[in-house]
């Protein structure tokens, strides 16, 4: 559980559809139509940037994408351990669970590694 994040409602789609909400444990909303995709180009603006070496050029800030992409793999941990976890967002870390701890990150090839602080 993230400070903050225990209570929510969702809203899919361009229609802003109620989606899933905690007044019910996750369970009411109805099925979003994902459609072909909705990346608009961002993967493909993320490398160019990338490779220009031009933070400018992004169509939005690689922190947000941080933090969103994030609360996915913070779910995703919740899963794989069978828990609820408790998470620092600060220091980025589990409160006193070394076991989620180690999906924060994974063993690199040499010469690719994660930089400890990026």
């Known amino acids: 559980v993230v400070d903050g994040y225990d209570k ?7 229609k802003r559809e109620p989606g899933i909400s905690d ?6 909303g109805t099925e979003m139509d994902r459609g072909a995709g909705g990346t608009d180009g961002h993967f493909a603006n993320f490398i160019e940037a990338v490779r220009k070496r031009d933070r400018s050029i992004l169509t939005g800030p690689v922190e947000t ?3 969103s992409s994030g609360l996915a793999h913070l ?5 794989r351990t069978g828990r609820v976890l408790q998470f620092d967002p600060r220091a980025e870390k589990f409160v006193n669970d070394p076991e989620a701890d180690r999906y924060l990150a ?3 090839r040499e010469g690719f590694e994660v930089p400890e602080n990026v």
Do not use: C, P, V
């Not at 929510?8 to 789609?13: A, I, V």
């Not at 007044?23 to 009411?28: A, H, I, L, P, V």
């Open 75 to 79: 779910g995703n941990i919740a899963y």
């Open 23 to 28: 007044e019910d444990g996750g369970k009411s």
């Open 106 to 108: 994974r063993d690199y």
């Open 8 to 14: 929510f409602k969702t809203y899919m789609g361009q």
């Open 65 to 67: 994408a941080h933090l």
